[in-house]
């Protein structure tokens, strides 16, 4: 690395900034990174992504520092340019850190998808959506229940969630429910990875997305197609065959508000309108312009966001806790889950308010995330958080509670009270649907 290097800092969120690193930075003698800064995700800040993952030009890895002292860091480390690298943030968001980032002296930097998204071996789909919380998920499992009907053996791949130790959590191979435990999965990684497992199928995930993708292209239980799992609205890190983007009409406009979901929605094969059985028609109409206006080309697909309730006897007349995934309600800045949806069709006499019960990390995401209402966020990025979430539970003065999170909840965090879960599922209405778009992409392989 010569000393004319410019100096770059990623701003990140133990995601997307690792992984423009490990693709365009990691053996570039032309560039020095000498941080990463962490938001969004508590305890991220204060590591070090390690040598090992980091390469030969960092023998003592680089340091991870908090997004706040990102002015501080620019003039004491001498930055030359600062590389923006994490997702669902509005455009003021982004801009405003580009300002700061400007004024302190430094360049201001995304990276497209062309210095980023790796090719594939196989055949790869990949799922993202203008905002967390749109539907990513259900969307992914229905395309992998299609393929396997089908009798294709797809592998998953997960949108990074290194909470952990990195080097450890370099290659992850999930296969199992057991295999959670073994790699110490949080509950939000257990949200992503689990309903794969359920089902049927593999799937991978950790830190290093070109190292993943070879060992999913040759999984020892075989591989027909990549599925790329994205997560929240970021655009895939390999480069598609098939490029879905869902859409939520309970955020209408948000599609081309927030970075990078409206890259999502630009690059778009196939765009999802997910909720359309309990979203406003009006909202509906402004998402569908929305789409015409940035990708006319895109194939529209009308879905609903379907619920089954393991025992509605426990929400019809009763006070219930509404339990629904966290990233969703956090940086999602979702105030209506399927919890809240199967608890007002259920009959529920009341939805209790958790956050005056609310003790340690889950009051505090309260005090960060004012705006998340009357609904509990299904928060464990460690050990602290799950106690706190389980003491919060058995604080909240309630009947009974209703789980709409991914995941078995009650298998990981105790619940002293009757409890529930939520089911929710992806329904194409009408045409074109899944089944089309997929026999089309099928029918390319042959």
């Given at each position: 690395?010569?000393?004319?290097?410019?100096?770059?800092?990623?701003?990140?969120?133990?995601?997307?900034?690792?992984?423009?690193?490990?693709?365009?930075?990691?053996?570039?003698?032309?560039?020095?990174?000498?941080?990463?800064?962490?938001?969004?995700?508590?305890?991220?800040?204060?590591?070090k992504?390690?040598?090992?993952?980091?390469?030969?030009?960092?023998?003592?890895?680089?340091?991870?520092?908090?997004?706040?002292?990102?002015?501080?860091?620019?003039?004491?480390?001498?930055?030359?340019?600062?590389?923006?690298?994490?997702?669902?943030?509005?455009?003021?968001?982004?801009m405003?850190?580009?300002?700061?980032?400007?004024?302190?002296?430094?360049?201001?930097?995304?990276?497209?998808?062309?210095?980023?998204?790796?090719?594939?071996?196989?055949?790869?789909?990949?799922v993202?959506a203008?905002?967390?919380?749109?539907?990513?998920?259900q969307?992914?499992?229905?395309?992998?229940?299609?393929?396997?009907?089908?009798?294709?053996?797809?592998?998953?791949?997960?949108?990074?969630?290194?909470?952990?130790d990195l080097?450890?959590?370099?290659?992850?191979?999930?296969?199992?429910?057991?295999?959670?435990?073994?790699?110490?999965?949080?509950?939000?990684?257990?949200?992503?990875?689990?309903p794969?497992?359920?089902?049927?199928?593999?799937?991978?995930?950790?830190?290093?997305?070109?190292?993943?993708?070879r060992?999913?292209?040759?999984?020892?239980?075989?591989c027909?197609?990549?599925?790329?799992?994205?997560?929240?609205?970021?655009?895939?890190?390999?480069?598609?065959?098939?490029?879905?983007?869902?859409?939520?009409?309970?955020?209408?406009?948000?599609?081309?508000?927030?970075?990078?979901?409206?890259v999502t929605?630009?690059?778009?094969?196939?765009?999802?309108?997910?909720?359309?059985?309990?979203?406003?028609?009006?909202?509906?109409l402004?998402?569908?312009?929305?789409?015409?206006?940035?990708?006319?080309?895109?194939?529209?697909i009308?879905?609903?966001?379907?619920?089954?309730?393991?025992?509605?006897?426990?929400?019809k007349?009763?006070?219930?806790?509404?339990i629904?995934d966290g990233?969703?309600?956090?940086?999602?800045?979702?105030k209506?889950?399927a919890?809240?949806?199967?608890?007002?069709?259920?009959?529920?006499?009341?939805?209790?308010?958790?956050?005056?019960?609310?003790?340690?990390?889950?009051?505090?995401?309260y005090?960060?995330?004012?705006?998340?209402?009357?609904?509990?966020?299904?928060?464990?990025?460690?050990?602290?958080?799950?106690?706190d979430?389980?003491?919060?539970?058995?604080?909240?003065?309630?009947?009974?509670?209703?789980?709409?999170?991914p995941?078995?909840?009650?298998?990981?965090?105790?619940?002293n009270?009757?409890?529930?879960?939520?089911?929710?599922?992806l329904?194409?209405?009408?045409?074109?649907d899944?089944?089309?778009?997929?026999?089309?992409?099928v029918?390319?392989?042959k």
């Amino acid at each position: 690395m010569s000393n004319s290097a410019r100096k770059i800092i990623i701003i990140g969120a133990a995601g997307r900034d690792f992984h423009n690193f490990n693709t365009f930075y990691r053996d570039n003698p032309a560039y020095k990174v000498v941080a990463f800064t962490a938001a969004q995700i508590p305890d991220i800040a204060g590591r070090k992504y390690p040598a090992s993952l980091a390469g030969g030009l960092y023998p003592d890895g680089i340091p991870i520092y908090e997004q706040k002292d990102l002015e501080k860091l620019i003039k004491d480390l001498d930055a030359d340019e600062c590389v923006f690298a994490y997702s669902d943030v509005t455009y003021n968001t982004v801009m405003g850190i580009g300002a700061m980032v400007n004024a302190a002296g430094a360049d201001f930097t995304l990276l497209g998808h062309k210095n980023t998204m790796i090719k594939s071996n196989k055949p790869l789909i990949a799922v993202g959506a203008s905002r967390t919380g749109c539907g990513k998920s259900q969307t992914s499992r229905r395309i992998v229940e299609i393929l396997m009907q089908k009798g294709l053996k797809v592998i998953a791949i997960r949108h990074p969630m290194p909470y952990g130790d990195l080097e450890a959590q370099k290659v992850q191979r999930f296969a199992v429910i057991d295999d959670l435990k073994k790699h110490n999965c949080t509950i939000e990684e257990m949200e992503e990875y689990e309903p794969h497992i359920t089902r049927g199928n593999v799937i991978y995930a950790g830190v290093d997305y070109e190292a993943i993708l070879r060992a999913a292209e040759n999984d020892p239980d075989g591989c027909d197609v990549i599925l790329w799992d994205g997560g929240n609205n970021d655009f895939p890190f390999y480069k598609p065959d098939l490029m879905i983007t869902v859409t939520d009409p309970h955020r209408p406009g948000h599609e081309l508000a927030y970075y990078p979901g409206e890259v999502t929605a630009r690059i778009a094969d196939v765009i999802v309108i997910n909720k359309i059985d309990s979203a406003d028609f009006a909202n509906i109409l402004a998402v569908r312009e929305n789409i015409a206006r940035v990708n006319p080309g895109a194939v529209v697909i009308d879905a609903a966001s379907t619920i089954s309730v393991e025992d509605p006897a426990l929400i019809k007349g009763k006070r219930v806790l509404v339990i629904e995934d966290g990233p969703t309600l956090t940086h999602g800045e979702m105030k209506i889950g399927a919890g809240v949806v199967a608890a007002k069709r259920f009959g529920a006499a009341e939805i209790i308010d958790p956050r005056p019960f609310a003790v340690g990390k889950l009051a505090e995401t309260y005090r960060i995330y004012p705006n998340i209402g009357t609904l509990l966020p299904a928060m464990g990025y460690g050990e602290e958080q799950m106690r706190d979430l389980t003491a919060t539970i058995e604080a909240v003065d309630c009947d009974a509670v209703v789980i709409a999170t991914p995941i078995d909840l009650g298998r990981v965090v105790k619940i002293n009270k009757p409890h529930t879960r939520v089911e929710y599922s992806l329904q194409e209405i009408g045409k074109p649907d899944m089944e089309d778009v997929l026999a089309d992409f099928v029918k390319g392989l042959k």
